[in-house]
């Protein structure tokens, strides 16, 4: 088997690895993101972990086709049950729910925080899940968007920051609130707020085209209704928080 080649979503996710970082990845499907860092001199061991037999079984077959069983351990657990603090500096956390997530996180805090960077890919509940990071003492250092098959992902790299306020922005805004500041970062992420690339303007442009589809919908279908007026209320708070963010810092 010759050099792994990966998806521009996981790509993304190594690319925030830094480099020389013994890195665990939870979740790991088939090995491919392991198999990759150790591949590209990016990390100099790693351990793969799923849940689940069938892909982690694979993800061996990949790893011995390598010949990096010596560089690759894997190993059956349910999220970190069965990691021991200090085994590895990175870890990954690549493609399930952001409420997932969350629990692998909460439920195994210590040995979360034993980690030197969290390298996290979160698939929903994104705003839920900034949030958790943020009122829990971790602090995003950066993010990265991308489209792939006509969906964005994104990607966030974070670090236990226990001197950190929770309920402080991490910056001030004309206008804005603290309160106000932190809902619109734990949408839409700090660190993308501030890069504003192309692909993220492209997916606030999304967003917004979304939200004015359907309070367009919405009010030709009539605002008598109390469930109805309410949705329109709260998609129009989030065509707002669009265009805010399109504006942040401008």
Do not use: W
Not at 42 to 67: F, N, T, V, W
Not at 94 to 111: D, F, S, Y
Not at 216 to 229: C, F, T, V, Y
Request: net charge negative; hydrophobic share 35%; aromatic share 6%.
């Amino acid at each position: 088997m010759g050099p792994v080649m990966l998806s521009e979503r996981l790509r993304t996710v190594a690319g925030m690895v830094t480099k020389g970082n013994v890195v665990c990845d939870v979740g790991c499907d088939h090995g491919f993101t392991a198999i990759y860092l150790v591949q590209q001199g990016i990390s100099p061991r790693a351990l793969a972990m799923d849940l689940r037999e069938g892909p982690l079984s694979a993800a061996g077959e990949h790893i011995a086709a390598c010949g990096l069983e010596e560089r690759i351990e894997t190993r059956l657990s349910d999220g970190l049950h069965k990691y021991k603090a200090g085994e590895a500096d990175t870890l990954i956390c690549a493609g399930m729910g952001g409420g997932l997530m969350t629990r692998i996180l909460a439920n195994e805090k210590e040995k979360t925080d034993s980690f030197r960077e969290l390298v996290l890919q979160p698939q929903s509940e994104l705003e839920q899940f900034r949030r958790f990071l943020r009122e829990n003492g971790y602090r995003i250092q950066d993010e990265e968007i991308v489209l792939e098959d006509g969906k964005f992902y994104q990607v966030i790299r974070a670090v236990t920051d226990r001197d950190r306020d929770p309920q402080t922005g991490s910056a001030e805004v004309s206008g804005r609130t603290d309160g106000e500041l932190c809902k619109l970062e734990d949408r839409y992420g700090p660190v993308l707020l501030r890069k504003r690339t192309p692909v993220f303007l492209s997916f606030l442009e999304r967003e917004e085209a979304i939200c004015e589809e359907i309070l367009a919908r919405l009010r030709s279908q009539g605002l008598s209704d109390d469930k109805r007026r309410e949705r329109y209320e709260e998609v129009e708070t989030q065509l707002q928080d669009c265009l805010r963010a399109r504006n942040y810092y401008i």
